[in-house]
């Protein structure tokens, strides 16, 4: 456990976070950007609304580890480092969401385009749906949580229940939404991962900007974790 | 952690209207929709960039009474 402890309390990835997040916004908003009359400017939506889906991820991947480490060794500390990832996760989750709702406000709803007919036409879209149903099965992993008393009872269960929620992440965001039409990019290959997919002048700050988020996500939930330590090393 | 996840729950319709709303906008062409579309729809990623800062803003300082709570005890 003393090497977990150790990254927690460690300043420089810290810094490097914050770093990349001011590059982020800085050369975000300045940098040069391919010109899709679809997208406009808004295509710049792509350092701050992917990112958060992608950090997302990275946090769902770092809970689940600590879940299965937690049912390899029983020690709690893993349990509460399994919890704090989910829930940061599901916060970035819930604001990819907030703000792919503004996006697709002023893209795929706008008047001049000929494929937007209603909201319920958007309501269909299968990536929306996937990434509800994605959350969803998260927010059904805290509900579980938090009605079993018993603590080990509760550590073991959603560990289990963890394994489940992240099989089930990657159908629900990637393959289903893949298989049927969607108005969202990356129908096809492998969105953003693709270096044809984004132009070069973009690239060079959107991998930046994932490390970026994704340090700040991280920086907040240990913050989380030692409170949850804290109050855990309290009760024994 | 009961109130933690009342929160959520609450959350998803508010989004859901957010999305709603923000569609309705553009139907009647309101003057946001007008002040969002100009200048290349920049202001759009604008209005993404502080929805993410208010929902870290809002985040952190539940954390943090949550914090003042814990030093209480």
Known sequence: MSKTKNYMYKSWWKILGVVLLVYTFVAGLLGKVPNLPALEETVRNLYFHVC???????????????????????????DIISRQYATTGIVLGLLGYATGAIWMSYTWADPNNPAFQSFGALAREPKLIGTAIALLIYFAYLVLRDSIADMDKRARISAVYNIFAYAMLFPSIWIVPRLLPSLHPGQEGNPAMNFKDIDASMRIVFYPAVIGWTLLAVWITTIKIRIGLLKEKKWQ | MKKFTRTFFFVIPLLLCIGQLAAQGVKNESAIGETMRSSGRIYVVIAVMLTILAGLVI????????????EKE
Do not use: C, P, Q
């Open chain 1, 52 to 78: 958060m889906w992608f950090a997302m991820m990275i946090l769902f991947t770092i809970s689940v580890i600590n879940g299965i480490k937690y049912l390899r060794t029983f020690d709690i500390r893993y």
């Open chain 2, 59 to 70: 985040y952190l300082v539940r954390l943090d009474r949550r914090m003042t709570k814990l």
